[in-house]
Structure formats: C-alpha cells, structure tokens
C-alpha cells in the first residue's frame, strides 16, 4: 500500500478526482469539482491511498477546510474516505501519518480536523478543542494532533 501526495499538476490527480466523484460518500462530489477547477493553494495537497495501483482512499490538508474562517486553526484534514472493502486495515492512520510528515516539512507543529464522528481522530491522537462553526453554518467537533 502506497500514499500518493498529489497537486493538480501530478499524473493521478485526473484519476483521483475520479475516484471521489464515483465513491459512495456524497462529499466525494464535492472534492472531485474542488479539485477539477483548481481550488487549492500551493501548499494544499490531497493525499491518495493505493494498493496494486488502485485507489482506494483519499483525504486532503488545506488551510481551512469545512472551518468558518474566522477561527485561527490551520491547516485542516479533511474527505478522510476509505473504500468500505479496503476498511479496517489503518488506512486512514496511515494517511494521516504522511499528512503529519508533509505537514512538519513546511513549518507545522500542530493540524486539525472537524468531524461529527466520536472516538474515530482520538484514537490517532487527536484531543477535542471544541464544538466550532462550519462554513454550512452549523457546528461540529474540532480535534487538534500536536505534531
């Protein structure tokens, strides 16, 4: 198993974005029409899981993700998805583990993540900030790792 760290001008970007606008996780869509009209800064990657050459998970690091701008937390994961067959294997732990290193390569010490889900960030370190605002106007769970 391989994790890719993409920009729109890497081979699999085309073919990733792909993948997520067909997964069975509606916000896949929206990750695909992000990434196929350039919505990225520089620094802001996706990330793709890869087993034999098949993708078969994807997450992103991005300075705010679903977080109202007006929080002072960066960079943000986020569409952390695994394909249900591939489940149960720590996939998701191990793009979040190449996330962390991309993140302290350019100047990190800390990431976050906003999730409606109880004990799935936690078991990867992650300790509940708080209940924040999301860009959809409602509010969801924020989780920081300390890198």
């Known amino acids: 198993?391989?994790?890719?760290?993409i920009t729109n001008t890497h081979e699999k970007w085309e073919r990733v974005a792909s993948f997520a606008e067909k997964c069975s996780w509606r916000a896949g869509k929206y990750?695909?029409?992000?990434m196929r009209s350039n919505s990225f800064n520089d620094w802001e990657r996706v990330f793709a899981a890869y087993d034999d050459n098949k993708i078969i998970g994807f997450c992103t690091?991005?300075?705010k993700d679903e977080l109202d701008p007006k929080y002072p937390y960066s960079?943000?994961?986020?569409?952390?998805?695994v394909d249900e067959?591939?489940?149960?294997r720590r996939i998701s732990e191990k793009m979040i583990r190449k996330v962390v290193e991309y993140s302290k390569s350019i100047g990190y010490d800390k990431i976050y993540v906003m999730?409606?889900?109880?004990?799935?960030?936690?078991k990867y370190g992650f300790v509940f900030i708080g209940d924040y605002e999301t860009i959809y106007s409602?509010?969801?769970q924020l989780f920081m790792l300390e890198i």
């Open 115 to 122: 999730s409606s889900e109880k004990g799935m960030y936690e």
């Open 31 to 34: 990750l695909a029409k992000l």
């Open 85 to 88: 067959t591939f489940r149960g």
């Open 75 to 81: 960079p943000l994961v986020g569409f952390v998805f």
């Open 1 to 5: 198993m391989e994790i890719h760290i």
């Open 61 to 63: 690091l991005t300075e």
């Open 138 to 140: 409602d509010k969801e």
